[in-house]
């Protein structure tokens, strides 16, 4: 089992910056991948950037690269998210999700192959 807890989270102007962090716990040696999903008020989930736990590969959503920036620390059992210059309509909940399966391509944006998920963190960008 892997314990995900978010944390960062809160209101923040629109062309500001704002960092999102992850902690895991548990079982923090078999994630192979982890990866930053966000609900948007009246939206499905989607998937916003993911990375690989070893090695450090990271993907993103097309739209989103260059804005936003993951990371992992990995003495720390730590992932982050960096958002710069957030816009309105990254509003949203933010989760971290974690998954041991071997990962890659679109198969990022399937969230179903993420088997622990964090309770999330709210991010409110105002304009």
Do not use: H
Request: with cysteine.
């Amino acid at each position: 089992q892997v314990q995900l807890v978010e944390s960062g989270g809160g209101l923040v102007q629109a062309g500001g910056s704002l960092r999102l962090s992850c902690i895991a716990s548990g079982r923090t040696s078999s994630p192979y991948a982890m990866g930053w999903f966000r609900q948007a008020p009246g939206k499905e989930r989607e998937f916003v950037a993911g990375i690989r736990w070893s090695g450090g590969t990271t993907y993103y959503a097309g739209r989103l690269k260059g804005r936003f920036t993951i990371s992992r620390d990995n003495a720390k059992n730590m992932m982050y998210l960096q958002m710069n210059s957030p816009e309105p309509g990254d509003t949203g909940v933010y989760y971290c999700a974690a998954t041991e399966a071997r990962i890659g391509g679109s198969q990022w944006y399937d969230e179903s192959i993420f088997r622990y998920w964090g309770q999330g963190t709210q991010v409110t960008v105002s304009s």
